[in-house]
């Protein structure tokens, strides 16, 4: 059933419901995962995106006090939101690796070490840990359209300075450019959850975050195979360098600020219409009924939550590292394999994109949450053990297959590694705990890239790798026993 302003009516939900005249207070309602709503004495709802039908006394004593009636419809407008924010967490994701995955080039063409390259993607993980809190905040007390044109705008802002670096000596520009980007992706990583359930019905929820999520993914996919492409390594020729650069600098602002213009004219704060019941009911929930402060402290108590939190940093950190240091352990054993690095950097992405997915849906249809993320712990140590023995064998169809692997188990685990924290924090809010576990993953991250590059430069890759594999196999004993 289509409205006027371009609203239809949610399929498979009334389309009202009566006020009360009476409320209790308001249970806190779930913002990331579908059937986590509060339940059955604070137990989670079936998962599969659908909602429990609530009792009318229940679900009446939920809805806001006075007369009128609660309409619940699904708008046309949230499809176009989805894909405009994809597509903008897609550019950021690909502006975070288009350095490390050419770091022989811009080390020659900036005339700097491997290590000043590589903060050049460690500074999203620099930038990520302080913000985070603030970022959160910035979204609950300010909305979502803000926070969706600051991501946009520093992002595109980012992409522009970039531009202005297209000279050897200019490496403290690209690094503040950089910067700018690294902070625009605070303002990104925090929202798919939010405009899913903003936005999306009861039975959408999870397809739209996994659809938003997978943007950024998609774009670290393009972000390893594409500036291999656009900037050959041609060391003898930097005049010819910087115009490549330039190519791959340019195409990323312009796309940039047209995603930015298109976020100004297709965001909202929300819907006309809320699209679930649930959604109702967070609407009229008082924002002084939660605190940041008492969440944080509940999770630093519980001792489950805080193995997970070194457990998940150490593994998505090891992600992180391999990642940016990904074309120095190829291009050692392989060289003037530059475009074969970032394929095989676009192997491990998508097939760890096939990973979470078929870990997700694993864990929907067992859920044997601690069995399933101890398994993919322990393959992931497998994998990365294969990877690092079999790098410099000297055939490059092994290591795209033993990338492919090692991605398929390391990235599966990262959305096992969330669902798991939902449930050993639960009735905790999924926003606050994620955001720590964001925060952990991007510690780490600093610390072992700048460890095993350190090992990798002044040893070689398998020095490196195998300092991972010794933080993966610790990972392991703190899952076993969270």
């Not at 176009?80 to 597509?87: G, T």
């Not at 670290?220 to 330039?246: E, K, Q, R, Y």
């Not at 398929?408 to 798991?420: K, Q």
Request: with cysteine; net charge negative.
């Amino acid at each position: 059933m289509v409205e006027d302003g371009g609203e239809e009516e949610a399929e498979g939900e009334s389309g009202e419901m009566p006020a009360a005249t009476a409320a209790p207070p308001l249970p806190r309602c779930n913002g990331f995962l579908p059937g986590k709503e509060a339940a059955d004495g604070g137990r989670a709802a079936p998962a599969g995106g659908e909602e429990q039908p609530a009792a009318p006394a229940a679900a009446e004593a939920m809805l806001p006090t006075g007369g009128g009636r609660v309409e619940t419809r699904l708008s046309r407008r949230r499809l176009v939101v989805l894909a405009v924010f994809s597509c903008y967490s897609l550019v950021n994701a690909f502006q975070w690796i288009q350095y490390s995955i050419l770091s022989n080039v811009f080390s020659v063409f900036y005339g700097v070490s491997f290590t000043q390259i590589d903060w050049l993607s460690m500074v999203y993980m620099v930038a990520y840990v302080p913000l985070i809190l603030p970022a959160t905040w910035l979204l609950d007390a300010r909305g979502l359209r803000l926070t969706a044109l600051l991501g946009s705008g520093l992002n595109a802002l980012g992409a522009w300075l970039k531009c202005g670096s297209l000279a050897p000596q200019r490496y403290p520009l690209t690094l503040a450019a950089q910067t700018v980007c690294a902070i625009a992706q605070v303002f990104i990583l925090g929202l798919p959850s939010r405009i899913a359930s903003v936005w999306f019905g009861p039975t959408e929820v999870s397809t739209a975050c996994a659809v938003a999520v997978l943007g950024n993914q998609l774009g670290t996919a393009i972000g390893f195979l594409l500036p291999p492409v656009l900037v050959p390594n041609t060391p003898n020729d930097i005049d010819l360098m910087a115009h490549n650069i330039s190519i791959m600098f340019y195409g990323t602002a312009i796309v940039s600020t047209l995603l930015f213009f298109l976020t100004g004219v297709v965001f909202e704060e929300k819907p006309k219409y809320p699209p679930s019941h649930s959604q109702a009911v967070l609407q009229t929930k008082p924002p002084e009924d939660y605190s940041y402060k008492q969440s944080i402290t509940n999770l630093f108590k519980n001792t489950p939550f805080l193995l997970l939190l070194i457990s998940y940093g150490i593994m998505t950190g090891t992600f992180y590292s391999v990642s940016t240091l990904l074309n120095q352990m190829i291009v050692t054993h392989y060289e003037g394999e530059e475009v074969n690095a970032g394929r095989i950097g676009l192997t491990l992405v998508v097939a760890g994109m096939v990973g979470s997915i078929i870990c997700g849906l694993w864990l929907d249809y067992t859920k044997t949450y601690k069995q399933t993320t101890l398994i993919v712990y322990i393959l992931s140590f497998i994998g990365m053990l294969v990877f690092t023995f079999t790098l410099d064998l000297g055939y490059l169809i092994v290591v795209f297959v033993t990338g492919g692997v090692l991605g398929f188990f390391m990235t599966g685990y990262l959305p096992l590694g969330f669902e798991f924290a939902v449930e050993i924090t639960y009735p905790e809010s999924e926003g606050t705990s994620s955001g720590l576990l964001n925060a952990s993953a991007q510690i780490f991250g600093i610390l072992f890239t700048l460890v095993q590059g350190k090992l990798t430069t002044d040893y070689s890759p398998r020095a490196g790798n195998l300092f991972l594999c010794a933080w993966i196999f610790v990972g392991i004993i703190l899952t076993g026993t969270s």
